[in-house]
């Protein structure tokens, strides 16, 4: 069964440097998302994009993150200079269609810890 | 903006009996999806069940049944026979008509034997 894939698994970096998140979305889908969830607490909407830009962004989508789907099969988020509060984990989804009628497919995850 | 709020952060059970986890959400919206993940240690976010708004019926997965009540827009989860390998965090969530899907605060089911 297609599904979508994270990598890195966990990645560990120090304060004030830059990351990068890949994500290889299910191959007929159009829209991909970013989540984060820091440790216990709730899941929350970073970022959409389809046909190569963002579509919308949450208030914590702010100039340190970016995204882009730099080949046919990757959608990456950035973090330019992290920051500890950057600590959390990010989950990438896509889906084959922007209406409500479809489900959104999660990645594992990719955990990030600043030091 | 919608907003899907869970009002019971921890709640448990016994092996095979039954538990219901609450959900209310505000939207603007008339037609929308709700859905209950199931996130459990491993993190992946799994769909449990999901409801179309402008079905009637309640949606039903084997041990896993809705009760939707868009007037008073309540969507709470019942969790039939329930088993260890239900331990998890539960979100419910909305999904607009863009494609976002907007999560509650997370309830974390135990189960136990």
């Known amino acids: 069964e297609p599904e979508v894939t994270q990598t890195p698994s966990h990645q560990v970096t120090q304060m004030g440097q830059e990351v990068i998140l890949r994500c290889v979305p299910i191959s007929n889908h159009l829209y991909f998302y970013w989540y984060r969830q820091i440790l216990g607490q709730k899941v929350e909407f970073l970022v959409s994009f389809y046909n190569n830009e963002i579509s919308e962004k949450s208030e914590i989508f702010d100039d340190q993150f970016s995204v882009e789907r730099p080949d046919g099969s990757n959608f990456t988020l950035k973090i330019r200079s992290t920051k500890l509060e950057d600590s959390a984990m990010y989950f990438c989804?896509?889906?084959?269609?922007?209406?409500?009628?479809?489900?959104?497919?999660f990645g594992e995850g990719s955990r990030l810890t600043v030091l | 903006a919608q907003t899907v709020t869970q009002s019971q952060p921890e709640m448990s059970v016994q092996e095979a009996e039954t538990v219901t986890l609450s959900c209310t959400y505000d939207?603007?919206?008339?037609?929308?999806?709700l859905f209950w993940y199931k996130q459990p240690p491993s993190r992946q976010m799994i769909l449990v069940i999901r409801?179309?708004?402008?079905?009637?019926q309640n949606a039903t997965e084997n041990r896993f049944s809705v009760n939707f009540q868009k007037a008073a827009k309540s969507f709470s989860l019942k969790i039939s026979d329930s088993q260890l390998g239900d331990t998890a965090m539960y979100f419910c969530a909305h999904r607009t008509s863009y494609g976002k899907l907007t999560f509650g605060q997370g309830t974390i089911l135990t189960v136990h034997p």
């Open positions: 989804a896509s889906t084959p269609r922007r209406d409500n009628t479809g489900e959104l497919f």
């Open positions: 939207t603007s919206e008339s037609n929308y999806y």
């Open positions: 409801q179309e708004a402008y079905k009637q």
